[in-house]
T-cell receptor, first 111, second 111 residues
Framework: EDKVVQSPLSLVVHEGDTVTLNCSYE??????LLWYKQEKKAPTFLFML????IEKKSGRLSSILDKKELFSILNITATQTGDSAIYLC???????????FGTGTRLTIIP | NAGVTQTPKFQVLKTGQSMTLQCAQD?????MSWYRQDPGMGLRLIHYSVGAGITDQGEVPNGYNVSRSTTEDFPLRLLSAAPSQTSVYFC??????????FGQGTRLTVV
């Protein structure tokens, strides 16, 4: 059974801090790892990672994938209150065309 | 830019009632899927479709039916609502099995 585990489940930090969110996966025929941000409603896409060791970056957010150790991290530097959200990671595999999601990390930024 | 449109946004049902959650996308995506999101459980796949006329079960399909008669529409039917189906439901579409675009969600309460 495909499985995605995120840690921590929740995190509270002060504005300006740097945070690292973790995602590990056990997925047959792994294809890619995706990160989403969910504020009040629908998840919105952040990154898709398919190759090990290549960092993807968007502003203060960055992410990297380790296909040997089966995990990914999402870093957010200089956090702002607008970063408060649930961050979801999901693994996609070849063959059955499904996304398996983790339970998410709830990030709260205190001003 | 309609993207993925879900209706209704909110619904209250009595136990045993049936209803259909509507989902439509205007991006000509082949892949569509339905998820439910419960506290602490992340997004769990109910049913998905890789194209018109093709559907398959996800992780939690019991109590739900789907059909895909057109590329644009992917309705989710609750056959006989139960309190355990109280949840937030998301429809998603994608050009392949990754980078899903989500609708705004339907909050369903079964009493």
């Amino acid at each position: 059974e495909d499985k995605v585990v995120q840690s921590p489940l929740s995190l509270v930090v002060h504005e300006g801090d740097t945070v690292t969110l973790n995602c590990s996966y056990e997925v047959t025929n792994f294809r890619s790892l995706l990160w989403y941000k969910q504020e009040k409603k629908a998840p919105t896409f952040l990154f898709m990672l398919t190759s090990s060791g290549i960092e993807k970056k968007s502003g203060r957010l960055s992410s990297i994938l380790d296909k040997k150790e089966l995990f990914s991290i999402l870093n957010i530097t200089a956090t702002q209150t607008g970063d408060s959200a649930i961050y979801l990671c999901a693994a996609a595999n070849f063959g059955n065309e499904k996304l398996t999601f983790g339970t998410g990390t709830r990030l709260t930024i205190i001003p | 830019n309609a993207g993925v449109t879900q209706t209704p946004k909110f619904q209250v049902l009595k136990t045993g009632q049936s209803m259909t959650l509507q989902c439509a996308q205007d991006m000509n995506h082949e892949y569509m899927s339905w998820y439910r999101q419960d506290p602490g459980m992340g997004l769990r796949l109910i049913h998905y479709s890789v194209g018109a006329g093709i559907t398959d079960q996800g992780e939690v399909p019991n109590g739900y039916n789907v059909s895909r008669s057109t590329t644009e529409d992917f309705p989710l039917r609750l056959l006989s609502a139960a309190p355990s189906q109280t949840s937030v439901y998301f429809c998603a579409s994608s050009p392949d099995s990754t980078e899903a675009f989500f609708g705004q969600g339907t909050r369903l309460t079964v009493v």
